[in-house]
């Protein structure tokens, strides 16, 4: 055997002792490997780089929709908090003008409650007001009438100024008691 010879054997056996095949099976598969891969190659590598390439654009196509329907979903977002952000501020406004409302409801009520109290006040003013003049005028009459019946007594009795003085009195305690 010649060193070429032995060290193909020696290739061999530590191939067989390493992978447990011999030298001509594995190169008989690997042969058939080939052949394998050029028949697929030949035949069937188009239709699945086209596989492939259609799954890439696939994948790609959801990718881009995905973040398409991500920015709507955002833009959405927004519009939503823009609207709750519109709505919250025309509840504060229809709160604030509700409460200036009821303020304003409030003066204009208290002021027509002292407008008229003033006026019921200035009413029975003047009916007090009247009622004293009625009192007034019916003092004057009593007292012209009490000077009448006086002068008329003086005048038939011809009293003195002592008398009259007692007549007076009498006359006026006598219209106090009525």
Do not use: C, P, W
């Not at 594995?26 to 799954?55: D, G, H, N, P, S």
């Amino acid at each position: 055997m010649t060193t070429i010879e032995r060290i193909a054997q020696a290739v061999n056996d530590a191939i067989q002792a390493a992978l447990g095949v011999s030298l001509l099976d594995m190169v008989v598969q690997l042969l058939a490997t080939v052949i394998l891969v050029i028949i697929v190659k030949k035949y069937f590598y188009q239709k699945i780089v086209a596989f492939l390439e259609k799954r890439r654009l696939l994948m790609e196509q959801e990718r881009l929709d995905s973040e398409k329907a991500k920015a709507e979903a955002l833009a959405y977002k927004e519009q939503t908090e823009s609207t709750y952000q519109h709505l919250m501020a025309e509840q504060k406004d229809i709160i604030r003008k509700a409460k200036e409302k009821g303020e304003f409801e409030r003066h204009e009520i208290l002021s027509k409650a002292k407008a008229e109290a003033s006026e019921l006040q200035q009413t029975s003013m003047r009916e007090i007001e009247h009622e004293r003049e009625k009192v007034r005028e019916a003092m004057r009459h009593e007292v012209i009438d009490l000077a009448a019946r006086m002068a008329s007594k003086i005048i038939e009795e011809e009293l003195d100024e002592t008398k009259y003085e007692q007549m007076m009195m009498d006359q006026l305690e006598g219209s106090k008691k009525s």
